[in-house]
């Protein structure tokens, strides 16, 4: 029989062995690193790495699937060397080489539907490993994360939450055919990395015991995807398989990017589809680094999962939903730590209000570009025509998303980097200088009425910050392909008063124009976050496609602006007093704060509209838009008058949209703003033009 001194002295050696074990590993302890191989549904052997701070005890699970052949969480984690290779040491952390890259055989489907299974196979079996207590964080950058954002829309086991930096809602529009068109520059650099890494493990794989023939087909593969890639380029089945779908999921995702990262437009797209379930948006920085003085996601990135995974009441689900970093006048400046922080509840921000700004053929004298042109807050009277080139531009400056990942070294030449390079072969339209600060800060849209001398031209669009000095930094691009001149209404976003100011174009099909005919086309700027100081100034660039994207043939465009074209940039602003002081009395266009005077009113009668065709044609076709609803009308006998009943409106204001087509195929429209009386007061005529 034990003694009860000798009994009490064991049962303090298995209590302080059990706190040990509980307790996680010391700091400084080494990393163990055990190599896994995963056998998918269709044969593919995936390799994995799952490493831990000194041993592989259970432990929330940390885990990224990526093409980029590492062999630990620590090679591939892209956070600053604070964070060690990793979050904390109480996590373990799993990194899974995506089929047909690295050490797994199979072939990479560009996060295809064999690509996203793998995810939600691998995912099921991890979180019953001696290695995992069963709760999952997932981890990704650039595609990375898109593996996960692709993956949503298949039950992911044992996830609690997400933590992605940068990646794509939608493959096609957010990364490789932005506008429809190829931005081969991008795409060309994923697939060498990819084939670099992959050519390069092939001797440790060999060493492994990996035969070489599904090394070869896995080469062979990622050779033919770049051919399909190029094979599809209209948003067709091959891309909605690599889109973003509703999901069966509902864990958080804490989404960061930067307002000038080469996939700038996916994560601002993955949060309001995720929005409802508790999700935050981080514009902090990704591919393009982060603000001098700031760590970038990462602080924000443990936070997230130590409240998920481990269940510390950081207050981290009480934090801002929506936190950006804005430059104040340019990337560089945001890079070197120049920023305002602007924090809110949504994305777009709330408040945010679209100022309409018209391309006028008025000079600026501030370019020296082909036309010196101005932005107006009202429509020119009558329609001017000026036309530029459609040669490759200088890609570090007018595209300064992809500019931003290629690092500092950029940096040092600073005509690399400025719009006035460009003046000579693009159309400008500056605003005056601001008398106050000015936030820019949303999703933007161009409105233009362009003839081009090909069937096939290319729309790129800069906006630039003006400085002082002269130098014009770019602050947003949009791009689009005269093939796609239509839009997705239902999925475009529009402001209070139903003007789209995102719009999301059809890319289904292609409706090449005929040389020298005029379209209306809706330009996407990616979102866009700067700060305009006073004394700056805001221009808009028409130029050619940035050389790192596929052009189109050379030709020239012709802008028409004004009269019955009247071409307009739709402008966020998030504070629409700084707007109107900075831009002085007047310059509030549609959309801005009621005035005090109340506005002559109308009531329950018919409104006559003329609508002008351009002499030598005819209105064929006309559509009426009036609080949200559409009419379309044709064989229209007087084309020249529209008449609109107004029956059992509500008193408040309204605008009421003619758009036009004529036999030529030229668009034409109007917008007119009045004023209900509602019910029971005195019908007066209606104010003018909005």
Request: proline share 8%; hydrophobic share 40%; glycine share 10%.
């Amino acid at each position: 029989m034990v003694s009860s001194p000798i009994r009490f002295a064991l049962l303090c050696v298995v209590a302080l062995a059990l706190l040990l074990a509980s307790l996680p590993a010391a700091a400084g302890a080494a990393t163990v690193t055990q190599p896994l191989t995963f056998t998918t549904s269709d044969g593919a052997q995936l390799r994995a790495y799952v490493s831990g701070e000194g041993d592989l005890r259970a432990r929330p699970l940390v885990v990224e699937f990526s093409p980029y052949a590492e062999t630990s969480f620590a090679q591939q984690f892209a956070g600053p060397a604070s964070f060690g290779g990793s979050f904390s040491a109480a996590y373990n952390y799993l990194i899974v080489n995506q089929r047909g890259t690295g050490l797994s055989t199979g072939v990479w489907g560009a996060e295809g539907p064999h690509d996203q299974r793998d995810v939600a196979d691998v995912l099921a079996w991890a979180c019953h490993q001696p290695w995992s207590d069963g709760h999952i964080g997932l981890y990704g950058f650039s595609a990375s994360a898109i593996a996960v954002y692709n993956s949503l829309h298949l039950p992911l086991a044992c996830v609690d939450a997400a933590s992605l930096m940068a990646g794509t809602a939608d493959l096609y529009r957010d990364l490789l055919y932005p506008g429809g068109i190829s931005n081969i520059g991008p795409g060309a650099v994923v697939g060498l990395t990819v084939g670099g890494l992959l050519l390069g493990s092939a001797p440790s794989g060999v060493q492994q015991g990996e035969s070489p023939v599904s090394q070869l087909q896995a080469g062979i593969g990622l050779a033919t995807l770049s051919a399909e890639i190029l094979a599809h380029p209209t948003e067709d089945s091959f891309w909605d398989a690599r889109t973003q779908r509703p999901d069966v999921n509902r864990f958080p995702v804490l989404a960061d990017t930067s307002f000038y990262d080469p996939e700038a437009r996916g994560p601002f797209e993955s949060f309001k589809l995720l929005r409802s379930r508790g999700s935050h948006l981080l514009v902090f920085g990704a591919h393009d680094g982060y603000p001098a003085g700031t760590e970038g996601p990462f602080p924000e990135f443990q936070r997230w999962f130590d409240h998920y995974l481990l269940g510390k009441g950081n207050g981290v689900e009480r934090d801002p939903v929506v936190q950006t970093f804005v430059g104040n006048g340019s990337r560089e400046a945001l890079l070197s730590g120049s920023l305002t922080r602007i924090n809110a509840s949504d994305w777009p921000l709330p408040g945010t209000r679209w100022q309409r700004l018209y391309l006028s053929p008025a000079r600026a004298a501030s370019a020296n570009s082909l036309n010196d042109g101005t932005l107006s807050a009202s429509v020119p009277a009558s329609r001017s025509v000026e036309a530029y080139p459609t040669l490759p531009s200088l890609p570090t400056a007018t595209d300064p998303h992809t500019t931003a990942a290629l690092g500092a070294g950029v940096d040092v030449v600073p005509a690399l980097t400025q719009m006035n390079v460009v003046d000579p072969l693009s159309l400008t339209y500056t605003l005056a200088p601001f008398s106050h600060a000015v936030d820019v800060v949303g999703p933007a849209s161009l409105d233009v009425f362009v003839a081009a001398t090909t069937p096939l031209s290319d729309l790129h669009a800069v906006l630039a910050d003006v400085w002082p000095n002269g130098s014009a930094f770019p602050v947003g691009q949009g791009r689009l392909r005269t093939s796609y001149p239509k839009i997705v209404a239902s999925r475009s976003l529009t402001d209070s008063s139903g003007e789209v100011v995102q719009p999301y174009g059809d890319y289904s099909a292609t409706a090449p124009a005929i040389p020298g005919q005029t379209r209306e086309y809706h330009v996407e700027f990616w979102p866009i976050g700067n700060h305009f100081a006073a004394g700056h100034r805001l221009r808009l660039y028409l130029v050619g496609s940035s050389g790192f994207m596929l052009p189109g043939p050379p030709g020239l465009n012709l802008v028409s602006a004004g009269g019955v074209t009247p071409s307009r940039l739709l402008l966020p602003v998030t504070a629409l007093s700084a707007w109107c002081a900075a831009r002085g009395p007047g310059s509030c266009t549609a959309g801005s704060r009621p005035r005090a005077a109340s506005p002559a009113c109308v009531r329950g009668h018919a409104l006559t509209i003329h609508l002008r065709a351009p002499r030598g044609q005819r209105i064929v076709a006309i559509t009426v838009t009036l609080r949200g609803r559409r009419i379309v009308l044709h064989h229209i006998r007087r084309a020249a008058i529209v008449r609109v009943r107004l029956t059992r409106l509500p008193r408040g204001s309204f605008r009421v949209r003619i758009d036009g087509v004529t036999n030529r195929g030229e668009r034409i429209r109007l917008t007119r703003s009045y004023h209900s009386c509602g019910s029971g007061q005195r019908t007066r005529r209606p104010g003018g033009r909005g």
